[in-house]
Nanobody, 122 residues
Framework: EVQLVESGGGLVQAGGSLRLSCTAS????????IGWFRQAPGKEREGVSC????????YYADSVKGRFTISSDNAKNTVYLQMNSLKPEDTAVYYC???????????????WGQGTQVTVSS
């Protein structure tokens, strides 16, 4: 059974940091890319960042570039999203997802976690 489990969300003040974790099981981790998405109330889900487990290539949305860093520990089947300089507009439910297709194709993600809430207070 494929599972993606996120953790690390919480409440933080603007300017603070959080690190999200996504631990995967049930598929060959090295054959997939892992992406982080977020959805704020009343807004569409958007892709935030992704990483290829095979070659480590990464991608960031413009809104988080320079503030967020994605990384992967293949030995632990875990992807991290380090979020620094958080802003109130980063408040959302953050989801991780997996795809065997091109990492930057946000529509191609097949497997999803349950999400973790990130709230940034001003």
């Amino acid at each position: 059974e494929v599972q993606l489990v996120e953790s690390g969300g919480g409440l933080v003040q603007a300017g603070g940091s959080l690190r999200l974790s996504c631990t995967a099981s049930g598929f060959t981790f090295d054959d997939y890319a892992i992406g982080w998405f977020r959805q704020a109330p009343g807004k569409e889900r958007e892709g935030v960042s992704c990483i290829s487990s095979s070659d480590g290539s990464t991608y960031y949305a413009d809104s988080v570039k320079g503030r967020f860093t994605i990384s992967s520990d293949n030995a632990k089947n875990t992807v991290y999203l380090q979020m620094n300089s958080l802003k109130p507009e980063d408040t959302a439910v953050y989801y991780c997802a997996a795809t065997s297709a091109i990492p930057g194709d946000w529509s191609a993600y097949d497997y999803w976690g349950q999400g973790t809430q990130v709230t940034v207070s001003s």
